[in-house]
């Protein structure tokens, strides 16, 4: 209002001064000044108070404290800016003028990127970038290059970084994409704080626990058009957990069944062992794609990772839950889905762990996540010892362990058990004592080795049988094997099989079902050499044992198959004679010299030296034991040492190139 009376004041004057009859010349001249004087004045006064006042409140809301900003950029956290939940604070002039504004500042950056065309105009912004900081977003560009190159020399720089602060680690943690998360966690080298902890996990429903709720997610996946071992593991782990919740909600026992071994008292059935038969379901279950995707969809990430925190001290629970991770890791579409739940930052730290099971079950899960440098699958059973991590050695070569009768990927290859307690041998030098002596000493002594490790299940007697229902036979069980062995890349370099007992049984019978197809030709071109250790070519006292007191034992269909006047035994000796006789592979061949004490009572001579000798190669006898035959005592002693110049006396030349 008062801007308008102004307005028409001069206005007013000026009509007066043009129509009004003028007077005395000299007077009306300096009237007429002052009058412009005024009004000049008052716009010029009153405009430069309206814009100091315009400037300071500008100011006021946009400086910062630079001091404050300076502080909080070396904090060891970072800000992740959220969203108020109040809708008030949402609405209004205030909210309107800084989203306005917002829009503007985005608009000015993207105009500037693409004017000068910085390092950061593609992904990141240069913008409030401090110098230290440079590299480090700097390597997250790099990260997401077209170039595969590129992306992978951008993860070995951050993983072999040092110098950064805490802060800088976790820019990375939070800033990186899945293709680089899950190649720092197979970097040897990289820093833990590359990984953000798990997200929280969901709590528990009202009156359930981890077994209840384990329970619903087997009883949730598909039961009918199963393999037979599937219903029968299944079965078990229903009928176990039923047990279990009906003692835990003060039911009554159910006498008789799988449930009497628990029966001692009127109390629970062990939580761990019920788990237990419950996982072992869920492993058969997740080497079915479409049951991953089961697991998947009714929380099974989520549930799995609650029981691996609550099993710190249980091997056996955290080794199946591992054996399910890896198995649903065999299908890309879910690995988007096994990051974000925070199940990389478990791995990461698990594959650097000195307990060889949790490092190499760690390891296969991994690779199977790692389709940017590993083209192979590994298929339950399939357990990598060398090399666990990304590596800038060339593998020139693939060495396997198959394991025997009632052997394990892991133990059957342990040094030579002493009188020290095993539990304190992890942490010594592994130059000393090796609980898995192809992962200390092979790999140190030939790391241009890719070094696997096959398990299966195996029984003496039916009794002690994980699958009453099954009945693998040495020839289904090396079919099993060969479809593994070859998804996980096997053939594509030169081969070397190291086998003990039963073990040697299949490597035969693997090349034998090779030779005859055609898309398998590569592992027989490509096998340099053979090992075995008391190989039981012609069979085995224990078969004979064992089948004298069936009575007792109830001999599973391995033990039979083992018997000197097994058909199938003698079958496969011949037929692999004759396979071997045009084939430029070396074979070397060890015998135990000494007995073999099974349980308390009983001495046996497992596998004679006549058994053993295979017809090609060298025989050694050795002595020791049928369990010792292939643990040496040290590093220098003659098994190992004999074993190592082998290998590499069958692959020198492939070691060379």
Known sequence: MHRMSLAAYCVICWRRMGTSTPPPKSSTYWRDIRNIIKLTGSLILGGSLFITYEVLALKKSLTLDTQVVEREKMKSYIYVHTVSLDKTENHGITYQARKELHKAVRKVLATSARIFRGPFADTFSTVDIEDHDCAVWLLLRKSRSDDRAARLQAVQEMSEARHWHDYQYRIIAQACDMRTLTGLARSKESDLRFFLHPPPLPSLKEDSSTEEELRHLLASLPQTDLDECIQCFTALALSESSQSLAAQKGGLWCFGGNGLPYAE??????????????????????????????????????????????????????????????????????????????????????????????????????????????????QDGVYLLHPLYRTSQPIKADVLFIHGLMGAAFKTWRQQDNDQDLTEKVSEDETKYTTCWPKSWLARDCPALRIISVEYDTSLSDWRARCPTERKSIAFRSNELLRKLRAAGVGDRPVIWVSHSMGGLLVKKMLLEASKKPEMSTIINNTRGIIFYSVPHHGSHLAEYSVNIRYLLFPSLEVKELSKDSPALKTLQDDFLEFAKDKNFQVLSFVETLPTYIGSMIKLHVVPLESADLGLGDLIPVDVNHLNICKPKTKDAFLYQRTLQFIRDALAKDLEN
């Open 265 to 378: 008292s009127f109390g629970e059935v062990p939580s761990a062992t019920v788990e237990m038969f419950c996982l072992e379901a869920l492993v058969k279950h997740s080497e079915i794609p479409t049951h991953c995707d089961k697991i998947e969809a009714n929380g099974g990430l989520q549930l799995l990772q609650r029981l691996y925190q609550l099993h710190k001290d249980c091997p056996k629970v955290q080794r199946n839950i591992m054996r399910i991770l890896g198995n649903m890791a065999l299908n890309e579409h879910l690995h988007s889905t096994i990051v974000r739940s925070g199940w990389v930052s478990i791995l990461a730290e698990a594959v650097k762990s000195q307990h060889v099971m949790e490092a190499s079950h760690a390891a296969r899960t991994l690779a199977n996540l790692d389709r940017e440098t590993v083209p192979d699958k590994y």
